[in-house]
């Protein structure tokens, strides 16, 4: 358990691009504490580990949803008109009535130049770029999405859309 957790706690250090001291100085512990959870040295207690995540922006329970091993990403890329997105939307809204779940709407808008956005996805997630194009990254990867372009996430994940030049809009509907 405790490797599994150090391999979770890098991986999402990692995608912050953080090194181990911004993360121990985020959290306000000492940076060795990080180097020995990583490595499997030791588990640390459910305090120590909220001390921890207090550097990021996630719960212990999400931290915990989070599944490194298998991220599951479909990639749609359908016509950049409103068609293809209702077709999107509508097959959300199908799975959605057969689990007998809601859908959120977010609409989300972000500009070259502002600080990222770090965004966490949970249950079964998607995302519709409707306007410039933005490099979507994720503990998986990273991948180019233009407007038009969908994907869906399956798994409690943490990401971003970063916009390559000017502005970039999509939609997220998630599931719950």
């Known amino acids: 358990m405790a490797s599994q957790l150090g391999i979770r706690l890098k991986a999402l250090r990692e995608f912050y691009g953080w090194s181990q001291r911004e993360l121990a100085k985020r959290a ?69 009535r057969g689990r007998g779940g809601d859908i959120q709407l977010r609409v989300f808008s972000h500009s070259a130049g502002d600080s990222p956005l770090n965004l966490l996805a949970r249950h079964t997630t998607l995302l519709l770029v409707t306007a410039g194009e933005a490099v979507f990254s994720s503990l998986s990867g990273s991948q180019t999405l233009r407007r038009g372009d969908s994907l869906t996430l399956y798994t409690t994940t943490p990401f971003r859309l970063e916009p390559l030049q000017g502005e970039v809009q999509w939609v997220q509907a998630t599931l719950e």
Request: charge should be negative; glycine fraction near 8%; avoid cysteine.
């Open 28 to 96: 306000g512990i000492p940076n060795s504490a990080i180097s020995v959870i990583e490595q499997g040295a030791v588990s640390p207690s459910v305090l120590s580990l909220e001390k921890v995540l207090k550097g990021f922006p996630i719960s212990l329970p999400d931290f915990f949803a989070i599944d490194i091993a298998r991220q599951k990403i479909v990639a749609h890329t359908v016509p950049g008109n409103s068609v293809a997105g209702h077709m999107l939307s509508a097959g959300l809204q199908a799975e959605a």
